[in-house]
């Protein structure tokens, strides 16, 4: 006979688990916590009572379509009138600022 969820989890484990994610929990933290992971653990344990042999595996409970548009080539933007309006060009580029190690 294998041993019920809530002999599964412990406030030891919790307290482990909680010492290995670096997490600092109280005493009644670890209680409420112990006590819901039981409950998840009883919960995980009813699904895997369920025959579920005739269901088949899925990702999605909905089909999905792509819903991108078609790519389609368009004339870009004319360079020169672009340029005219940035706040500095130079060589056909747009002038920024340095980041590191040149003066202006």
Known sequence: MSES???RISAEVVVKVSRLARLDV???EVQRITTQMAGMLEHFADID???LSD???MTQPYPLSNVFREDVVVTGLDREE???NAPAAEDGRFRVPPIVGLDG
């Open 82 to 84: 672009v340029l005219a």
């Open 26 to 28: 109280t005493p009644d």
């Open 55 to 57: 269901v088949e595996p």
């Open 5 to 7: 969820p809530s002999e």
């Open 49 to 51: 009572a369920l025959d």
